[in-house]
């Protein structure tokens, strides 16, 4: 690769502390506005509308942005998950509101066993990624990578991917797992015991990742959209997530008429952006039963060089695995 490609590549995390950041802004009277609390000046009713205009939005703005190569890939991702590369053989990974692939193509690039399964509510947006990903040399990407319409936050996942017996199955299946280690009994190390597939569905997946994909989706259906990542995976996968975090930089440009929400806000377009602490990424997942694994801030100055300005940009780093 290039040394720009070189340097897109590389994972930074610590560039400065995010306590340091909190501090200025909590102490900067421009930015009060983002602390308060938020009341709902509109009937619930109303919200409830406005909620269901997301996805609808979400389409305009793919639509929008279905040409050129609007998002850039997400080189950086196998060093911040290096579990996609030393993953067991044919591993299924769900990347849930893929766009036109930006984080896809890395994944299938590093791994040339693993199989990758991509969601994204808009179809228009499934095409260019088909397009893209089709067009790279990727070893046997006709066979690695399916892309299906779905919008996970309001319809869940469809049960090909898990069906409800296999979701029984996996839960009896640990109830034995967990009654043969209290006895001394060896396991099936290979992990074949919670994958097995059948004609109905493909059996869950071994990872999901969630890449800036939460923050688009309502507050409220926050946690039935994790519940609905979960249920696929296998007892023992892990879900990836990245995402904004508070104070970063993008937060902090929104106008005060823009917020929708506590640490919650409103683009033009429509479009909306949460900014998470660590304490509510911790309480969503590990509400619907996830085991935390690892869980920071990426704090990342950004510089543009041809305005001269240094940006500082706040991210959630997040490894969490269903119990096994």
């Not at 060093?79 to 930006?102: D, Q």
């Not at 015991?193 to 071994?206: H, K, M, N, T």
Request: charged letters at 25%; glycine letters at 6%.
């Amino acid at each position: 690769m290039s040394a720009e490609a070189v340097a897109e590549a590389e994972y930074f995390s610590k560039d400065f502390e995010w306590e340091t950041l909190r501090q200025e802004i909590e102490d900067n009277p421009s930015y009060q506005y983002h602390l308060l609390p938020f009341t709902y000046t509109t009937p619930s009713q109303q919200q409830e509308i406005q909620v269901s205009e997301d996805s609808k939005a979400w389409k305009r703005f793919h639509l929008r942005h279905s040409t050129g190569k609007f998002f850039k890939e997400r080189r950086y991702l196998l060093k911040e998950f290096p579990e996609l590369v030393s993953c067991k053989e044919f591993s299924k990974v769900l990347e849930v509101g893929c766009g036109n692939g930006s984080s896809v193509i890395p994944i299938l690039r590093g791994n040339q066993d693993i199989i990758v399964y991509a969601c994204d509510c808009s179809s228009e947006t499934l095409e260019r990624a088909k397009e893209i990903v089709h067009s790279t040399n990727i070893f046997a990407v006709q066979n690695r990578f399916h892309p299906f319409f779905c919008d996970f936050a309001f319809t869940g996942f469809p049960k090909w991917l898990v069906c409800d017996s296999c979701v029984e199955s996996f839960s009896l299946k640990q109830q034995e797992y967990s009654s043969d280690v209290k006895e001394g009994g060896v396991a099936d190390k290979s992990g074949s015991y919670l994958s097995r597939e059948c004609g109905c569905c493909i059996g869950g997946v071994d990872f999901v990742s969630l890449i800036f994909t939460l923050s688009a989706v309502p507050q409220k259906k926050m946690s039935s959209a994790i519940m609905e990542c979960f249920s696929v995976l296998k007892p023992g996968g892990l879900l990836l997530f990245r995402d904004y975090g508070l104070y970063d930089m993008t937060m902090l440009r929104f106008e005060q008429e823009k917020r929708v929400g506590f640490r919650e806000y409103m683009r033009s377009d429509g479009t909306r952006s949460y900014f998470f602490c660590l304490d509510t990424v911790r309480d969503l997942f590990v509400g619907v039963g996830f085991i935390e694994l690892e869980l920071e801030y990426c704090c990342v100055k950004s510089v543009n060089r041809r305005k001269g300005k240094s940006m500082q940009r706040v991210w959630v780093h997040g490894k969490f695995q269903k119990p096994a």
